[in-house]
């Protein structure tokens, strides 16, 4: 199954550019609801190229295994000292 997002999206562009169509062919010119009708559409259509196009978010790439390999390996010289332990006053609550 796709994605869903993108094929609302993709048939909000279509109805909304087909609405636009429809009132240039009726009125016989472009007047100010056609215009707003295109620009929404044309709104609608990046939204749908962008949601096509975005990663599943079950994905996950061979980057992810390195990197939680790399956080659970910390060294001595990586933890922080206890601030007691490394002269710093500790406040009083």
């Known amino acids: 199954m796709g994605n869903p997002r993108a094929k609302v999206l993709g048939l909000t562009f279509a109805m909304l550019a087909f609405a636009s169509i429809l009132l240039i062919v009726n ?3 472009v007047g100010a609801n056609a215009w707003a009708l295109l620009a929404l559409s044309g709104v609608f259509a990046a939204g ?3 949601a096509f196009f975005q990663q599943e978010e079950g994905f996950s790439h ?3 295994e390195t990197s939680q390999q790399v956080r659970e390996q910390q ?3 990586q933890t922080l000292p206890d601030p ?5 006053d500790v406040p009083v609550l």
């Open 75 to 77: 060294t001595e010289a």
């Open 62 to 64: 061979s980057g992810s």
């Open 27 to 29: 009125e016989g010119t």
């Open 84 to 88: 007691a332990e490394a002269g710093f």
């Open 48 to 50: 749908a190229v962008m």
